[in-house]
């Protein structure tokens, strides 16, 4: 069985009516209606789909939603839609050795500052420290996940930050968090993002590390679990969209 990585009990299933704006999600639990809070600022449009099952967790404290909006069916398991829990696990992932591209490393500082950008993660422990930002790649095209699902100005702005970085020397890395039931590797969006896209094969070419991971939420025992620790990255055909 794939590890669990979290345990999210107790958990509701709710029934997606639609989303209300950047941040709240209209849902119906238990024939009530219902305001969910998702953090994912990416479309979503394969997921936030009327009559489709998600799942959520109770707020910490009360406040303008009922409910954080983390995951949602697909399949028999659901995709992760939640950025904090996708990397909390991924963390998790890390500190149980499932990684296997960040052995040695054993501490690590989040929102690390660097040149004009807030990196994710400064990790150390292996020599000189890492420098890793992590992205939501929740964008399913047949068997691949891919990144990103709209625009998006600060991913490149973040990867022209790393791979400046590797040009003068330093460690830099690119992880990309495939929160999607098995899929068997990683592209990146070109026809949404084509700059991005770009300046991914740049990084690549100045040594910044292309990662992904995959994992997926368990309705089962309300768990997260890792199936695959090194996703391949692969650059999509040119004529793909």
């Known amino acids: ?144 996940a891919m990144y990103p699902d709209c625009p998006s100005l600060r991913g490149q702005r973040h990867i022209r930050t790393l791979t400046a970085l590797a040009q003068a020397g330093g460690r830099a890395a690119i992880l990309f968090i495939a929160a999607l039931p098995r899929v068997n590797a990683f592209s990146p969006h070109r026809a949404a993002d084509p700059v991005l896209s770009d300046l991914l094969k740049q990084a690549a070419a100045s040594g910044v590390g292309l990662h992904a991971i995959g994992m997926y939420f368990d309705p089962g025992d309300a768990a997260v679990r890792l199936y695959a620790a090194d996703l391949p990255v692969k650059w999509p055909d040119a004529s793909a969209s």
Do not use: C
């Open 1 to 144: 069985m794939d590890p669990a990585l979290l345990d999210l009990r107790p958990i509701l299933t709710v029934a997606i009516r639609r989303r209300l704006n950047r941040f709240v999600v209209s849902v119906e639990h238990k024939g009530k209606m219902r305001r969910a809070h998702i953090n994912n600022t990416g479309r979503l449009e394969q997921f936030l789909v009327p009559g489709r099952t998600g799942f959520g967790l109770f707020p910490p404290r009360p406040g303008a939603t009922d409910m954080r909006l983390f995951a949602v069916a697909d399949g028999n398991a659901a995709a992760v839609i939640d950025t904090q829990l996708q990397m909390r696990a991924f963390e998790r992932s890390v500190e149980a050795g499932l990684i296997p591209w960040l052995k040695g490393y054993t501490s690590f500082k989040r929102h690390a500052p660097q040149e004009h950008s807030r990196i994710d993660y400064r990790w150390e422990g292996a020599g000189a420290p890492l420098w890793l930002e992590a992205k939501s790649a929740v964008l399913r095209q047949g068997e691949r």
